[in-house]
């Protein structure tokens, strides 16, 4: 499996771990790239979205031409997983004009919203299709305030989705990449296999 992290800004070697790390878990292997410019993607069966700055990130893919490769990916119906900036970055819109949002997701987002108490925390966070709550790291998280009907929501903190899936997207507004666990790498990749290993 051919896995493209998005590596013009964020965090990306965390995300070619874990993705390496849930191939793994199903007797596969996933070769990473790391994306910086057109002509890779579509090379591609999955992709990652890290966090990062999503002002800068939408900024660099439209500029190389990579953000229509990501919504051809999409449309294709192959897997994408976005994180934080991610997320921002695939919504249906992010409500700041320097965000180009691609409109992956149904959900509209308001940038850096947990306030300033919250900026950044950690909470062991129940998912839809997890037997065990995932430890989830926030940092200046984006809060979603709108999901359209057919966003399934896969995790809540104070009754607010921060996972979610529409189609082939898989988005969470923490850093499931920050921790040893690859469960939500998998849920997004792997939706319907089992575990081998
Ligand atoms: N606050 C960042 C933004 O708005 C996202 C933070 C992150 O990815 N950890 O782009």
Do not use: W
């Not at 990652?48 to 190389?64: F, Y």
């Not at 306030?115 to 997890?130: H, T, Y």
């Not at 995790?155 to 690859?182: C, I, K």
């Amino acid at each position: 499996m051919q896995a493209g992290v998005i590596a013009v800004q964020g965090d990306v070697a965390e995300h070619a771990a874990a993705v390496e790390a849930a191939a793994a878990a199903h007797g596969e292997s996933a070769d990473v790239v790391e994306v910086r410019e057109s002509g890779v993607v579509p090379d591609c069966d999955v992709l990652l979205m890290p966090g990062g700055e999503s002002t800068t990130i939408s900024r660099l893919i439209g500029r190389e031409g990579i953000d229509e490769e990501i919504r051809e990916h999409v449309a294709s119906g192959k897997p994408v997983l976005a994180t934080c900036a991610g997320l921002i970055v695939c919504s249906r819109d992010a409500k700041d004009d320097r965000v180009d949002a691609l409109g992956l997701v149904d959900v509209s987002v308001d940038r850096n919203a947990f306030g300033r108490q919250k900026d950044s925390f950690e909470a062991k966070v129940p998912v839809n299709g997890l037997d065990e709550p995932f430890h989830a790291v926030f940092i200046r998280a984006p809060l979603i305030d709108n999901a359209g009907d057919g966003v399934e929501t896969l995790a809540t903190v104070d009754g607010r989705p921060v996972a979610v899936r529409d189609g082939p997207v898989v988005a969470t507004a923490f850093h499931p990449e920050l921790t040893d666990d690859s469960r939500i790498h998998d849920l997004a990749f792997f939706p319907d296999r089992e575990v081998v290993a």
